[in-house]
C-alpha cells in the first residue's frame, strides 16, 4: 500500500464510467488502498454528499471478487446537510456507518476515520463508539484526521483513560509545500505512538504537477480556490527545484513531488488522486524513483520557509 488512491475526485471531476475506469486500472498496477468519506462530493453542483462512496460500490458490486484484498478508507464527522447528520457523537457515527456501508455495498470498513475534529463531543464518546464498531466487526481500525498536535495527544490521553486503542492512523495534509503542520509536532507524536500517516494534498491541489505554471492558468480549473495560495516566490522556488530533479531522473515533476512524499520518515502512504490512466501510471513512477541524498536536500531547502 505505498499510494492511497483518493476518492474525493468520484462524482465531481470524473464520473461513474471513468470511476469505473480508474479503478480497474489502479487494481491492475498493484495498488489496493482507497479513501474516500461519507461528504465526498457535497460540494458539486447538484451533489448531496455519498456520491463517491456511491460510485465505488457500485464498481465494488460489479466486482465482488476483488473486496477481500482492497484496503478501503471513509471518514464520518463532516456536515451532511440534515440536522444531526454531524460531528463525532456515538449516536451519529453508529447511524453514519451504516450510510457508508450501504453505499459502499460492503460489509466491512477497513480503515474508519473521524474526519474532522468535533469541539462539542469528547474524544472518549467517539473512541468508545468506533470500539463497539470494531467489536461489532464492521470496521477494522480507526483514524483520525485534521487534528493539530495537541489534539492528536490528546485523543492518546482520553484513549488511555477509557483503556481502548488509540487511533492507529493520522490523516494530515502534507507536501513540499505545506509542511509545517505535519513536521511540527504531528510527526513525532505518531512516530512514538507508532501511529500510521497517509497523507493527503501529495501534489498541493494539483500545483506540484507543474501543470500551472502561473496563476491565470488557474482560473478555469474546477480547483482555482485552493491553488491561488502557491503562487508566489517559495512556490516558485519550489517548482524550479522539481524541475531540476525531474530533469536529473528523466521524469516527471509530479512523480518527484510524490516521490518525496515516500522519502520521508513517518510517512506510512501519500493519499493522491487520478482523473486519467496516464496520471495512475505517474504512481507506479513515484514509487519506482529512488532520490538521492543532494535531490532530497535541494527539494528541502527550495521548500523552507
Known sequence: MPIV?????????IDQQQGFNILDAFVERGFNAIDTA????????????????????????????????????????????????????KRWIMQGVEDSLKRLNTEYIDLYFAHWPDENTPYEETLTAFETLKQQGKIRA???????????????????????????????????????????????????????????????????????????????????????????????????????????????????AVAWILAQEGITAPIASATSIEQLDSFTRAIALKLSDDDLMLLNNASSV
Open 142 to 256: 480507526v483514524g483520525t484526521s485534521n487534528l493539530d498536535s495537541a489534539q492528536l495527544q490528546q485523543s492518546i490521553e482520553a484513549a488511555k483513560n477509557i483503556n481502548v486503542p488509540h487511533y492507529q492512523v493520522l490523516q494530515p495534509e502534507y507536501n513540499l509545500y505545506d509542511r509545517q503542520g505535519f513536521e511540527q509536532g504531528l510527526k513525532q507524536i505518531c512516530i512514538e505512538n507508532e501511529i500510521g500517516v497517509t497523507s493527503y494534498y501529495s501534489l498541493a491541489s494539483g500545483f506540484l504537477s507543474g501543470k500551472y505554471r502561473e496563476i491565470n492558468q488557474i482560473k478555469n480549473s474546477q480547483r482555482a480556490n485552493s491553488l491561488a495560495k502557491y503562487f508566489n516566490p517559495r512556490g516558485e522556488r519550489i517548482l524550479t527545484a522539481l524541475d531540476i530533479v525531474a530533469e536529473t531522473h528523466q521524469s516527471k515533476v509530479a512523480d518527484v
Open 38 to 89: 461519507d461528504f465526498y462530493s457535497i460540494w458539486a453542483e447538484g451533489n448531496q454528499g455519498g456520491e463517491s462512496e456511491t460510485i465505488i460500490g457500485q464498481w465494488l458490486k460489479q466486482n465482488p471478487s476483488k473486496r477481500d484484498d482492497l484496503v478501503l478508507f471513509t471518514k464520518v464527522g463532516l456536515d451532511m446537510g440534515f440536522p444531526g447528520h454531524q460531528g463525532l457523537s
Open 5 to 13: 488512491f483518493g476518492g474525493n475526485v468520484f462524482g465531481w471531476t
